[in-house]
């Protein structure tokens, strides 16, 4: 074999090993891109739960603090005491609709003390009274004398409630409690980050009668899917649903949540995640399912991903075009001196 043809194949070696490690370089600085898709994913999710245990603690706090205003009401107080229930009402309806405009409250009971608290008045339905209250949160205010207040997921939906004792000169009047629905405030975390928010219940909890008699056409969200429901969603359409999979049951979910990944929709590129939301009584009923719109950073991340491999390549093709020029300079030269010419 000539030296010529052994430097030719070496130029072919290292060439084709700069090709190597450049294509090597790119794939590790992709699974770098990658690793940062997932750390933005994660850090969404933890973001998200974040937002609403501060966005629930905030409603509680705003609620509490109407109670307190609307306990010392004497006039309240007095109808309350009378068991006047009509009079009770004309005085409580004017209130309740300055508090749904202004603080978005929903609902507003008054119930009778006793070893079975039943309902004296709901003022937003003021027909429906006489029921045994059963709910976590007014057994805990019954039992401490003082606040009780969480999520509690009714037949079809979930309200924030909150519940007092009603104590004058030590004597126990009742109890007064103040609820949200729970889509209010998705809706408030939406407007603050853009993104977009799904409570998945398992159908377990779910009246399926009651569910579509209340929704009556928009039902069909019951069909999505077999094991899981939207209760609560932003994205109107049920949408969010089909996109969670099966890792999104809140049985499966580890407290901390878990990272759900990446995918394209509608020419979007969504991250999305899901962490498990208790009620009241600390029971596990729904996952809060998260999605991001990270098309833009995905753009970013695609196109850094082809600069790197552009980028690498060369400097693999340059790195093997030095080690040739080496090679020829400092091996296959000294290998091959010039002839010398005859004297003439």
């Given at each position: ?8 194949r ?11 490690a ?6 590790l ?31 509680v706090?705003?609620?509490?603090a ?12 007095a109808?309350?005491?009378r068991?006047?229930?009509e ?24 119930v ?11 003022v ?13 949160t ?38 007064m ?10 809706s ?6 853009g ?31 077999p094991d ?39 020419g979007?590129v ?24 990270f ?27 030095a ?10 030269r ?5 002839r ?5």
């Amino acid at each position: 074999m000539t030296r010529t043809s052994t430097e030719l194949r070496l130029a072919v070696a290292l060439v084709a090993l700069g090709v190597l490690a450049g294509g090597a370089g790119a794939e590790l600085v992709t699974r770098v891109f990658e690793a940062r898709v997932e750390a933005v994913g994660a850090a969404v999710l933890t973001g998200a739960n974040e937002a609403f245990r501060a966005q629930q603690a905030a409603e509680v706090e705003k609620l509490g603090a109407t109670l307190d205003a609307l306990l010392a009401s004497r006039e309240l107080r007095a109808a309350f005491e009378r068991r006047d229930r009509e009079g009770l009402q004309r005085l409580a309806a004017p209130i309740l609709d300055v508090l749904r405009e202004r603080e978005q409250v929903s609902h507003w009971y008054f119930v009778e003390p006793g070893p079975a608290p039943r309902v004296f008045l709901r003022v937003h339905r003021p027909g429906l009274f006489g029921d045994v209250v059963e709910r976590t949160t007014l057994r805990r205010a019954a039992a401490g004398g003082e606040e009780g207040a969480g999520l509690e997921l009714g037949r079809t939906a979930f309200a924030l409630r909150v519940v007092r004792p009603w104590v004058v000169e030590g004597r126990l009047l009742g109890y007064m409690e103040l609820a949200e629905d729970v889509d209010r405030f998705l809706s408030t975390m939406k407007t603050r980050t853009g993104d977009d928010y799904g409570l998945l219940v398992p159908k377990r909890f779910i009246d399926e009668a009651a569910w579509r008699a209340v929704l009556g056409p928009r039902a069909t969200t019951w069909d999505a899917r077999p094991d899981l429901l939207v209760v609560e969603a932003t994205d109107l359409t049920g949408g969010l649903a089909g996109l969670a999979g099966p890792d999104a049951d809140v049985d499966r979910l580890p407290e901390a949540g878990r990272f759900l990944g990446e995918v394209e929709k509608a020419g979007r590129v969504l991250v999305h995640g899901a962490f498990p939301i208790a009620d009241a009584g600390g029971r596990r009923v729904a996952a809060l399912h998260v999605v991001h719109d990270f098309t833009v950073h995905h753009a970013a991340v695609r196109g850094g991903r082809w600069q790197a491999y552009g980028l690498l390549l060369l400097l693999g093709l340059a790195g093997s075009a030095a080690a040739i020029g080496l090679a020829h300079r400092l091996v296959f030269r000294p290998l091959n001196p010039p002839r010398e010419r005859p004297a003439p």
